[in-house]
Nanobody, 124 residues
Framework: QVQLAESGGGLVQAGGSLRLSCAASGRTFSVYAMGWFRQAPGKEREFVAAISWTGSTTIYADSVKGRFTISRDNAKSTMYLQMNSLKPEDTALYYC?????????????????WGQGTQVTVSS
């Protein structure tokens, strides 16, 4: 099993940027498809972005397409989420997740390991 730890969250004004990181340890990072999810207060956890094990294929939720970029560095066992043009509605606890498969999915149930989350707060 892989262990995940997110970092990089914080408070930012609307229109600003943040870069989240997800450091992996344990089993080989490079064979896992990975993803980012978020959960706002009183709402269900939702898909944000996913990336293939090679990093060559990415998927985004419509709400973040064109503003967020997911990437990974397998040599460093780290995944990233670059968030630009942030909006107050992006405020949430952001989680990284790993899937014990090379096949990409966007469903929460498809992921086998989760981090503890990092808080992102966007002020208006």
């Amino acid at each position: 099993q892989v262990q995940l730890a997110e970092s990089g969250g914080g408070l930012v004004q609307a229109g600003g940027s943040l870069r989240l990181s997800c450091a992996a340890s344990g089993r080989t990072f490079s064979v896992y498809a990975m993803g980012w999810f978020r959960q706002a207060p009183g709402k269900e956890r939702e898909f944000v972005a996913a990336i293939s094990w090679t990093g060559s294929t990415t998927i985004y939720a419509d709400s973040v397409k064109g503003r967020f970029t997911i990437s990974r560095d397998n040599a460093k066992s780290t995944m990233y989420l670059q968030m630009n043009s942030l909006k107050p509605e992006d405020t949430a606890l952001y989680y990284c997740a790993a899937r014990n498969s090379m096949v990409m999915v966007t469903s929460i149930r498809g992921f086998d390991a989760w981090g503890q989350g990092t808080q992102v707060t966007v002020s208006s």
